[in-house]
């Protein structure tokens, strides 16, 4: 039986692509504001994250997004926070890591790359 929902995240999976300083989604942009919610929602649903007031420009959406505390009885994997961008003059998505030098690996974009991977293997 087709799953949509796991053809989304495959997609997304096999469209990452890590730069030194973010984590960039090569799929096909939202044409429209609407489809633009369904699909960061989409993610957001299918990836863990808990996401903050978006925050919409002429040409740009970004939000930030919190993970999922993945084992909360142990201190070795805290939540962490990405901004996730779409900019159509650049026709790109892509997530970047936010946050502190004393939240130290988590402001490696392979970790973000990591973490998406992790919670495919959920699907």
Known sequence: MHNPSH????DIISALHTTQSSVQIAVP?????????????QFISHFSFQPSQPDWGADRYQVVLTSADQNPSTSDKKAFQCLLCIE???????LEPIGNEHVGMT????FISDYLKQQAALV
């Open 29 to 41: 942009l939202p044409m429209s504001p609407l489809k633009t919610e369904q699909w960061v929602n």
């Open 7 to 10: 053809h989304f995240v495959t």
């Open 88 to 94: 159509w003059l650049c026709e790109a998505i892509w």
């Open 107 to 110: 402001q490696n974009p392979g």
